[in-house]
């Protein structure tokens, strides 16, 4: 799933300054999960915007409408009455909602709510960890099923580098080291071997930017 | 002339190199001052590159003085800073001017230094770095291509005798020696009871595997503790940090230079490895102080 999390209000403010009527699109997919721009945090958001703005003397009017999914534009376009009452649309989607809402509606200022942080998974109760780079060329074959370009700092291929720390990260000892995680893994598994291979330099042009994929259904 | 750093490994004797941090910015002054104090006393002198992912004067501009100036220099090359294109440009141009040792590192990251918001290389790891050396000394560029003059080099490693957990550290250091290192210079060691079960390992991999230890000089017993706690794969046994703490203010480094000069005995008169990589981080006015503490 696409982790993301909420932008300072502050900074939102700033974004929004000078618009009357807004509206504030939710997503009901990644981000609904990781409580970043479902349902519920776009009432959080609106709340906070108005009492801000009414502290300020301002008034502000909102309207609120949340899809299942900003990435796709069959769904975005159903927001057309709503996006046609307002002046400006503040997305709480990941940055691949965004992009969708201010194409479709390419006279209306689109706005993020969110940062998108990365492709992840839950950890526990409100964490969430960052597994995937979307790198374009699966690695985790070799590795025991842990990535090493995203969950190793430096996305070493061949081993830890000098800064495992008791089998945490030197640049973070909350963070499990990579190559620690995989030597376990790949020891338990009796597959070292996967480990004394020398892999050569990545090709980093696996997905050429901006990534594009044609396919057909099975 | 300094003796090529490659004859001085197979000569058989014991091997001291040191280390160079460059300055921060363009006064040179200092940076020459200590060249010009070390270069005849060492086999070798290491220039730090970014060290700590701090900006610096560069190492390859640093090994060019050492060379100018009649010493023996090794280029220290980290993958933090530079992609494969740029790392193989510098290391094109360091052959040219008779640079001929490089140490292939991964590089400390960028969050630890002064730029922290800069973008973060690692196109490399250092075992491809040291593959890549390989690769230009055979007349080859990494994209395959034909070089109009190749380079040669004598290409090392770096290694963590005390990483915990030491198994990955130990695999990683085994595709390096597959890889052709010629030298390692290790981190700092103090335990010397550890360092003796690493070299069993190691002269059971391959009796002819160079290993320098890395001694780095003890400021204070402090900095003891803080190694301790915050460098990964450093342990000073408590010993030596009490013996630290016995020493008088203003003579810490004294007591640093007694530690080490002993390390350095001992490592030399039991053949443990096969020579000593020195750092007094910051304190290269010293340097000649440890090796005649350590009777060298």
Same mark, same amino acid.
């Given at each position: 799933m696409i982790v993301a999390e909420r932008k300072p209000l502050e900074d939102i403010r700033e974004m929004i300054a000078g618009y009357k009527k807004i509206l504030i699109v939710g997503c009901g997919t990644c981000v609904t999960i990781c409580w970043a721009g479902g349902e519920k945090e776009?009432?959080?958001l609106s709340s906070q915007l108005r009492l801000a703005s009414k502290k300020d003397g301002n008034e502000l009017e909102i309207l609120e409408a949340t899809i299942e999914r900003q990435c796709e534009k069959e769904l975005v376009e159903a927001l057309k009455d709503k996006v046609q009452q307002v002046e400006a649309v503040l997305s709480m989607g990941c940055g691949a909602g965004v992009q969708p809402i201010a194409e479709i509606f390419p006279d209306?200022?689109?706005y993020p709510a969110l940062n998108t942080t990365f492709v992840g998974m839950p950890e526990g109760e409100g964490v969430w960890v960052e597994t995937c780079r979307a790198c374009g060329d699966c690695f985790l074959d070799k590795t025991g099923g842990i990535c090493p370009i995203v969950r190793c700092a430096k996305g070493l291929l061949n081993g830890p580098c000098g800064g495992t720390n008791n089998g945490k990260c030197e640049i973070d000892s909350e963070k499990d080291c990579a190559w620690t995680l995989i030597y376990r893994r790949l020891e338990q598994q009796g597959r070292l071997d996967a480990m004394r291979k020398y892999y050569p330099p990545r090709n980093f042009q696996a997905v050429i930017r901006p990534g594009k994929v044609e396919t057909l259904p099975a | 002339m300094a003796k090529a750093f490659k004859e001085t490994l197979n000569s058989g004797k014991f /091997?001291?190199?040191?280390?160079?941090?460059?300055?921060?910015?363009?006064?040179?002054?200092? *940076?020459?001052?200590?060249?010009?104090? *070390?270069?005849?006393? /060492?086999?070798?002198?290491?220039v730090t590159d970014n060290q700590s992912s701090v900006m610096r004067f560069p190492s390859l501009g640093t090994c060019l003085l050492i060379k100018e100036r009649g010493g023996e220099p090794i280029l220290q090359m980290t993958c933090r800073d530079r992609n494969r294109m740029a790392l193989e440009a510098d290391l094109l141009f360091a052959y040219t001017r008779g640079i001929k040792n490089v140490l292939c590192l991964t590089g400390d990251f960028i969050t630890i230094g002064d730029h922290k918001e800069a973008r973060a290389v690692f196109d490399l790891d250092s075992l491809q770095l040291l593959h890549m050396v390989r690769i230009l000394q055979s007349g080859k560029d990494l994209g395959g291509n034909e070089l109009d003059g190749a380079v040669e080099f004598c290409a090392g490693a770096t290694v963590t005798p005390e990483a915990?957990?030491?198994e990955p550290q130990l695999i990683k250091f085994e595709k390096k020696v597959q890889a052709g290192a010629e030298f390692f210079q290790t981190q700092a060691i103090y335990d010397l009871d550890n360092f003796k079960k690493f070299m069993k390992y190691v002269r059971g991999l391959d009796k002819n595997i160079k290993i320098l230890a890395g001694i780095v000089l003890l400021a204070s017993a402090g900095m003891a503790k803080y190694m301790n706690e915050n460098?990964?794969?450093?342990f000073v046994p408590?010993? *030596?940090?009490?013996?630290?703490?016995?020493?008088?203010?203003?003579?810490?480094?004294?007591?640093?230079?007694?530690?080490?000069g002993r390390l350095i005995r001992q490592i030399k008169e039991e053949a443990i490895c096969d020579g000593v990589h020195i750092m007094a981080i910051g304190r290269e006015e010293v340097v000649p102080d440890i090796l005649a503490a350590g009777g060298l």
């Open positions: 776009v009432a959080v209306m200022p689109v | /091997v001291v190199t040191s280390e160079i941090g460059p300055p921060k910015g363009t006064n040179l002054e200092k *940076l020459i001052h200590h060249i010009d104090l *070390l270069k005849d006393k /060492v086999d070798a002198l290491n915990n957990p030491i460098t990964p794969g450093v408590q010993v *030596l940090i009490d013996e630290m703490a016995t020493a008088e203010k203003g003579k810490r480094v004294q007591k640093g230079i007694e530690i080490a």
